[in-house]
C-alpha cells in the first residue's frame, strides 16, 4: 500500500515538473514566434524574381509564398484611374509602342508613353511583361533580368490598384491570412503638373477599402519628401486616417523627385537625408525609411566587418522602422561583403538591425527567417 502512495506521489510529482516545463517551453516559442514577426518580407512589386513585376500572378504569387506585405506603385491615368505600375510610363513593360506608335510625348529628351495619356480602357488593351529596354541601334527588345519570365509570353494586364487590394483582401479571406498592402504614391511632382491629386485620391481609395489606422495592414511610402510632409499634415487629417509612413530615400542623381525652381524643372537634393541629424527630421513626420541598401551599409564593409552608416545607427537610436530595398539574388546583385544571398539577409535582420526588406524573392526571406 505504502509503495502505491509513494508511486502515485511520484507520478504526481512528474506531471507537474512536465506541465510547469510545457508551459515554460510554450511561452518562449510564443515569445519567439512574436520575435520573428517583428521581422518583414515585403514582396517588391510581387514575386517579381519569378513573374513580370506587378502582374496580378506576381502578386498571387508573393502571398502564397507567405510575404507579410506586397507592394503597389501607384499612377494616375487620362480619366483619373489608379494604375500599378513601377513606372510613370507604359513602354518598359508593354507593348504600348506597337499599339499607340504615335502616343508618345518627350520627357527629359526620351520619347516616352506616359500613363496619364491614356484611358484605362486603352491600357487594358496591352499586353504588358517582363521589364526590358530597347537597342537604340538595332531597335531589339532587351530584358533586364535574362534568367527571368521570358519577354511576351503568356497573358499578362496592367491592374488597378482596386483590382489588387481586392486580390490580396479575396486571398486573406479565402486562405485565413492577414497580409498587408504597401502603396506608394509614385512621382506626385509629375502628378501635380498635369492637374492631379494622386495621394488624396489613393489614399481615398486605401479608406474605402476598409484601412484607416496605423494598426491595419498598411504602409505608405513615397519618395517625395515635401509630399510625405503634405500626406501628413493634410491629406491624412482630410480624410480622418492614420496610416504608417515611409520616406523613400533616393540619390539625387537618379532625378527620382523634381521640382519646379525658376520656373525650370530640376532634381530634389536629397542631400541633407545622409547628414547628422537628419533622422530625428525624418522622425517628426514619418514612421520610417526606405532607403536604398548601399546607403545603410558603407563601402568599408567586407566580410566579417560590416560597418553601419550614419542613417542606420541614427534611424536605430531613434526607432525609425528601415525597409531598404531591393534584396534579389540574380547574378551580380550579391555585394562583395556578403556570401550570398542568404548571408545577406542575415547581415541586414541581424547585424543593420532593419525591421523589413523588399525582395523579388519572397520566398526565400520567408524561409530565411522561418529556419533563423
Not at 556570401?339 to 524573392?361: A, C, M, P, R, S
Amino acid at each position: 500500500m505504502m509503495n502505491l502512495k509513494r508511486l502515485a506521489k511520484s507520478l504526481i510529482l512528474i506531471i507537474l515538473v512536465l506541465t510547469q516545463w510545457s508551459c515554460a517551453m510554450n511561452k518562449i516559442s510564443t515569445n519567439s514566434t512574436v520575435k520573428d514577426n517583428d521581422k518583414l518580407v515585403i514582396a517588391h512589386r510581387g514575386a517579381s524574381g519569378y513573374l513580370p513585376e506587378h502582374s496580378i500572378a506576381s502578386k498571387a504569387m508573393a502571398h502564397a509564398m507567405g510575404a507579410d506585405y506586397i507592394e503597389q506603385d501607384v499612377v494616375m491615368t487620362k480619366d483619373d484611374h489608379l494604375v500599378v505600375l513601377h513606372d510613370p510610363y507604359l513602354d518598359r513593360v508593354t507593348d504600348v509602342m506597337e499599339q499607340f506608335p504615335i502616343r508618345s510625348r518627350d520627357v527629359f529628351g526620351q520619347k516616352r508613353w506616359l500613363a496619364i495619356d491614356f484611358t484605362l480602357a486603352e491600357i487594358k488593351q496591352l499586353n504588358m511583361t517582363e521589364g526590358f529596354s530597347v537597342d537604340k541601334k538595332t531597335n531589339e527588345k532587351k530584358q533586364g533580368y535574362s534568367a527571368r519570365f521570358p519577354l511576351f509570353k503568356s497573358s499578362f494586364k496592367v491592374s488597378t490598384l482596386a483590382e489588387e487590394i481586392e486580390l490580396i483582401q479575396g486571398l486573406n479571406y479565402s486562405r485565413g491570412k492577414d497580409i498587408g498592402i504597401y502603396v506608394e504614391v509614385k512621382a506626385p511632382w509629375f502628378h501635380h503638373l498635369e492637374g492631379k491629386d494622386i495621394s488624396l485620391a489613393t489614399l481615398k481609395m486605401i479608406k474605402d477599402y476598409g484601412y484607416k489606422n496605423k494598426s491595419d495592414k498598411v504602409y505608405i511610402q513615397c519618395f517625395d519628401p515635401i509630399e510625405t510632409k503634405r500626406i501628413k499634415s493634410e491629406v491624412m487629417p482630410k480624410l480622418n486616417v492614420d496610416y504608417k509612413l515611409i520616406q523613400l530615400i533616393a540619390e539625387t542623381s537618379w532625378g527620382e523627385t523634381m521640382q519646379l525652381k525658376d520656373g525650370k524643372l530640376v532634381p530634389y537634393n536629397y542631400d541633407w537625408l545622409f547628414e547628422k541629424g537628419a533622422m530625428k527630421k525624418v522622425a517628426e513626420y514619418a514612421d520610417g525609411i526606405g532607403p536604398w541598401k548601399p546607403m545603410l551599409v558603407t563601402e568599408d564593409s567586407t566580410q566579417g566587418n560590416i560597418v553601419l552608416s550614419v542613417m542606420a545607427k541614427e534611424a536605430n537610436e531613434l526607432g525609425l522602422k528601415m525597409h531598404p530595398y531591393t534584396f534579389r539574388k540574380d547574378e551580380g546583385r550579391i555585394p562583395d561583403y556578403a556570401k550570398d544571398f542568404d548571408d545577406l539577409l542575415d547581415i541586414f535582420y541581424n547585424q543593420v538591425g532593419v525591421e523589413g526588406v523588399f525582395t523579388d524573392f519572397p520566398d526565400l526571406a520567408v524561409k530565411f527567417l522561418e529556419e533563423n
